[in-house]
């Protein structure tokens, strides 16, 4: 891959910065991918192309090369995913499509028209003329970010779309990373009177650092006292949908897992909840307790200590 | 999902230049609930158009015009392709007309009917 950056771009030793950049313009239009969709074999070339020219268009990276301190690999790059890569059909590029006209046709309708007999092809008056053709719609691809709450919950989001009206996406709750909703007939316009396609809307769902989602159940870490471990006691746990009481029985450590029945993600089937899993954390006191001290000081495990002696 | 801030130092772009991409409807980012959110295909676009500026030195009347005429292009070229996607899901016989017109088609393209 580290040919000669000069022979790459055709050009001499001593070209000057013009005849470099003339020359790699020249290259650029026969290759880069996005000027040239078609030809697939362009991505490879161009790689080599536009590393010459990165090279050889800095001038002091350019001297540095002729002195032989480096290669032609040094200025290599991971090469960017091209806009031909969308606009051939992956999600991402509706935004950019049918719209060539403003008024009238796109460019697709046209041809689709013409090979059905619409407008009168060369055999147009035995082609079917009046056959009508009506073809649905093309979907549109989007990817919408929402809050983990928000996939709990559910609720509304507003997505101004670039080729038509705002869209009012209803959230259902419980909705998961990656999922993808199907708004019917928001898509793209049919040809001939054919339905509109659909919008679909690759759901992201941002990670909460308090809640940890596995399948249908959410994990959740929760400090308590030095003497709610010990003792067992009442302690208020935060849930998606709010502060819920919870008991924890004595001699609690940590790593003891309770579970909040109930509490979990909304099931994506047959209704109901999945469940919390609370995973205690022992805190010791902050800033720490002089008494604590003294305690432990005196303490040895498996004797009884004097019990309320001091008191 | 890339939001302003990133979209402008991914690209090391200045504000008013994004700005004037968007006024010119050469990026149309998506809008949720008041703020711009950039897709990749939105990234690999400004990629172009930056190329076409600084590498090319086309003016903004001829990026202009070339963004028109390129998604014109990939237009035309989906739509060849879901020609062809249906050609190949035909039954043999018919896909073995389409090719022979076809091939007459382009032999005599002046010619607009076979006698």
Do not use: C
């Not at chain 1, 093309?138 to 038509?164: C, N, S, T």
């Not at chain 1, 709750?173 to 993808?180: F, T």
């Not at chain 2, 007309?97 to 005599?108: D, G, P, T």
């Amino acid at each position: 891959m580290s040919a000669d950056p000069y022979q790459t771009l055709g050009v001499s030793r001593t070209a000057s910065a013009e005849e470099i950049r003339k020359a790699y313009r020249t290259l650029a239009k026969r290759y880069h991918p996005d000027l040239n969709p078609a030809n697939k074999a362009a991505e490879a070339r161009f790689k080599e192309i536009a590393t010459a020219y990165a090279l050889l268009s800095d001038a002091e990276q350019r001297a540095r090369f002729d002195r032989g301190e480096i290669d032609a690999s040094g200025a290599e790059t991971p090469p960017p995913r091209y806009y031909r890569e969308y606009a051939s059909g992956a999600p991402g590029a509706g935004a950019y499509r049918g719209g060539a006209g403003e008024e009238g046709a796109s460019t697709a309708e046209d041809i689709l028209a013409e090979l059905f007999g619409r407008g009168g092809g060369p055999r147009g008056e035995q082609g079917g003329g009046e056959a009508h053709f009506r073809m649905r719609g093309q979907d549109v691809h989007y990817h919408l970010q929402i809050p983990f709450l928000e996939a709990f919950h559910g609720g509304h989001q507003r997505l101004a779309m670039p080729h038509g009206p705002t869209l009012d996406v209803r959230i259902p709750p419980g909705v998961r990373d990656g999922q993808i909703l199907r708004l019917r007939g928001k898509g793209l316009p049919g040809f001939g009177g054919g339905p509109h396609g659909d919008a679909l809307i690759e759901i992201k769902v941002e990670p909460d650092p308090r809640f940890i989602l596995k399948g249908d159940d959410i994990h959740t870490e929760l400090p308590i006292s030095l003497s709610t471990a010990v003792l067992g006691g009442r302690v208020t746990v935060p849930t998606p949908s709010g502060p819920v009481a919870m008991n924890v029985p004595e001699n609690a450590n940590t790593g003891t897992v309770l579970r909040l029945r109930g509490k979990g993600m909304p099931k994506a089937e047959g209704g109901g909840h999945g469940d919390q899993y609370v995973t205690l954390l022992v805190k010791l006191p902050e800033p720490p307790d002089a008494a604590l001290r003294a305690f432990v000081a005196h303490w040895v495990p498996g004797q009884a200590p004097h019990p309320r002696e001091g008191e | 999902m890339t939001s302003t801030e990133e979209f402008l130092i991914t690209l090391r772009l200045a504000p008013a230049t994004l700005a004037l991409w968007i006024e010119n409807g050469w990026l149309k980012p998506l809008e949720v609930s008041g703020a711009r959110q950039f897709q990749p295909a939105d990234l690999a676009r400004a990629r172009l158009i930056r190329t076409l500026a600084e590498d090319f030195a086309v003016n903004e009347a001829g990026i202009d015009l070339f963004l028109h005429l390129l998604d014109q292009m990939h237009d035309l070229h989906r739509a060849l392709h879901g020609l062809a996607v249906v050609a190949q899901n035909l039954p043999p016989e018919t896909r073995e007309v389409l090719r022979l017109q076809l091939a007459a088609h382009f032999q005599r393209p002046e010619e607009s009917s076979d006698g």
